[in-house]
């Protein structure tokens, strides 16, 4: 099994900036990927930025230039920096993991979500 635990969350004026963190512990043998969704109320989730293994980054258009994903190998950790953060930013921030366990089967993990909320 695979645990996902976000931290960094909270509220944040227009214009300011956030750190999210994700640690992945447990049954991991190699982190194919990891990355941020956020769903904002009465919305489908949407995927914000990814890594994966080999460097490869996405980010959502309405991030680039603001958002800034990176990772720690050697912790199995993620970090989103937010910065010009928006209103429209709002949403819960989970981290999302693509992981090939010890016993060779590959899974998809989730964290509990972190709330972001952007006061206008």
């Known amino acids: 099994q695979v645990r996902l635990v976000e931290s960094g969350g909270g509220l944040v004026q227009a214009g300011g900036s956030l750190r999210l963190s994700c640690a992945a512990s447990g049954s991991i043998r190699t982190i194919n990927a990891m990355g941020w969704y956020r769903q904002a109320p009465g919305k489908e989730p949407e995927l914000v930025a990814a890594?994966?293994?080999?460097?490869?980054?996405n980010y959502a258009d309405s991030v680039k230039g603001r958002f800034t994903i990176s990772r720690q190998n050697d912790k199995n950790t993620v970090f989103l920096q937010m910065d010009s953060l928006k209103h429209e930013d709002t949403a819960v921030y989970l981290c999302?993991?693509?992981?090939?366990?010890?016993?060779?089967?590959?899974?998809?993990?989730w964290g509990q979500g972190t709330q972001v909320t952007v006061s206008s």
């Open positions: 999302n993991a693509a992981v090939t366990s010890f016993g060779f089967r590959d899974g998809v993990y």
């Open positions: 890594i994966r293994r080999d460097g490869t980054i």
